[in-house]
């Protein structure tokens, strides 16, 4: 043996005595003395409780950016959005619809809200634990996120609950008495909202998929408790408050579509918080939400502004940012349960179906959904929440398991077919509670204050009518 090989041989001997003693089932007195491992103990201790203080700071860290990004797409991203597809007259009176619920529903939410959707109750509304936040603080809920504090958790979801009442305004724009819209959110917040919230999302909620729920409906991040609700609402509020004066015969163009398109991106890039943020972790789960969020918006875009270009043989940008939000409304329930190639498909299918309520369908029935929220929310959200028991897969979220803990399929191309059941029941449980509660709710408010401004408010705009004020002064 020459010494290059002599040096080989004794310079890798330290390297594999080590591999040895590291791969060897040894006894565990020759392993490590049993006083030596009662000494590490409090030092193992200590670093678990670091790791697991690392991790927790991490997660919180990123919701409460979630929780800005969410906030943020009510104001401005949905204030912009929909105050520039309105008139001049009516920009301020519309922006400020949502910027109120801001404030209201933050209020109801604190006092009673989060308590009703997330306290222990039964299987249709939760109870009273949480009343006034008592309770909320500091320490996690294991319930629903384990690893940060459940005053974030409240938080997250409360934002959830400013932005799904504010999509309803769409359909009434220019025709709601300011006072009539905050009372009518206020009742609507707590007969529909809540109640959804908690059947879907709750502990022991009827519909919950991972705590108890009798029907477990998949729905990430709000395609039942969020676009469904409030679309299928919308609906309700534009067919009993009637047309707007001179509808269809006189034409209402966006007065500003510049303002839209801003508040489409900022809507696009505060949904990374909405769908993202639901897996409540900053994990892989997380991570794929963001991608099939992204590629959603993407298809949805090519969806609408590829059927648009080739009836009329041009795109137009109002087109393309009313299908990223169609392709955004559709992969919200899906975001945390399917992967890239399923998300684009979900994207282009919803864009294709709001270019179709909106162009034909809405022209068919006559129905004056001013800002098409029923098209874009209700019915995108309707196939997202179906189309989430088609393309929900175990090899993204394994969300069911047997009583061994083996994962089981998740959706219908997953091998589960009667998944696509669980989402027939929980749409049309959606669909159900948000047209019975709206109606009653309307006709409470009609007969209180009434719904509609005179014709002669309407026709002065509900800037000057409702809030004395003009949102553009001109002759400066």
């Avoid at 477990?216 to 395609?223: E, H, V």
């Amino acid at each position: 043996m020459d010494g290059s090989l002599l040096r080989v041989f004794f310079g890798t001997l330290p390297f594999r005595a080590a591999s040895f003693l590291f791969a060897s089932p040894l006894p565990a007195a020759v392993a490590a003395p049993a006083h030596g491992s009662a000494a590490l103990a409090p030092q193992i201790a200590a670093l678990q409780q670091q790791l697991a203080a690392a991790r927790s700071a991490g997660d919180n860290a990123w919701m409460l950016v979630c929780c800005a990004l969410v906030l943020l797409m009510t104001g401005p991203g949905l204030a912009l959005f929909y105050g520039g597809l309105v008139r001049r007259k009516n920009v301020l009176g519309t922006m400020m619809q949502s910027f109120a619920l801001m404030a209201i529903v933050t209020v109801i939410w604190a006092l009673f809200g989060y308590s009703l959707c997330f306290a222990p109750g039964n299987v249709f509304i939760g109870g009273f634990r949480y009343l006034f936040l008592r309770g909320v603080g500091a320490a996690p809920n294991a319930a629903y996120a384990p690893t940060i504090p459940q005053q974030t958790f409240m938080l997250f979801q409360l934002m959830f609950a400013i932005i799904t009442p504010a999509l309803i305004t769409g359909a009434f724009a220019e025709r709601m008495k300011f006072k009539a819209m905050a009372l009518f959110m206020i009742l609507w917040t707590i007969v529909v909202y809540d109640p959804l919230a908690h059947m879907v999302w709750g502990q022991g909620g009827f519909l919950n998929a991972t705590l108890g729920g009798r029907f477990p409906t998949l729905d990430f991040a709000g395609g039942t408790v969020v676009h469904i609700s409030s679309g299928v609402s919308a609906l309700v509020c534009a067919l009993y408050l009637g047309k707007r004066l001179g509808y269809p015969r006189e034409v209402s163009p966006p007065h500003s579509v510049v303002l839209s398109f801003i508040g489409a991106c900022l809507l696009w890039f505060g949904w990374f918080g909405f769908n993202a943020g639901s897996a409540l972790a900053a994990g892989s789960l997380a991570s794929s939400a963001f991608v099939a969020t992204q590629f959603g918006a993407a298809a949805g875009v090519l969806g609408w502004a590829g059927a648009e270009w080739l009836r009329n043989g041009k795109p137009s940008a109002l087109g393309a940012i009313s299908g990223a939000v169609a392709g955004l409304v559709a992969i919200t329930p899906a975001s945390g349960f399917v992967g890239p190639m399923s998300s684009l498909a979900i994207g282009f299918i919803a864009g294709l179906l709001g270019y179709f309520m909106v162009t034909f369908i809405k022209s068919r029935f006559a129905y004056d959904d001013s800002l098409d929220a029923f098209g874009v929310h209700g019915m995108c959200g309707t196939a997202g929440a179906l189309l989430t028991g088609v393309f929900a897969t175990v090899a993204v979220n394994p969300v069911f398991h047997d009583a061994s803990g083996r994962a089981l399929a998740v959706g219908l191309l997953d091998g589960n077919p009667g998944q696509l059941l669980n989402q027939l029941v929980a749409v049309a449980i959606s669909w159900g509670l948000a047209i019975v509660g709206t109606l009653v709710i309307l006709k409470v408010v009609d007969m209180a204050v009434g719904l509609r401004v005179s014709p002669d408010q309407e026709s002065q705009g509900l800037d000057l009518s409702q809030h004395g004020e003009e949102g553009y002064n001109l002759e400066v």
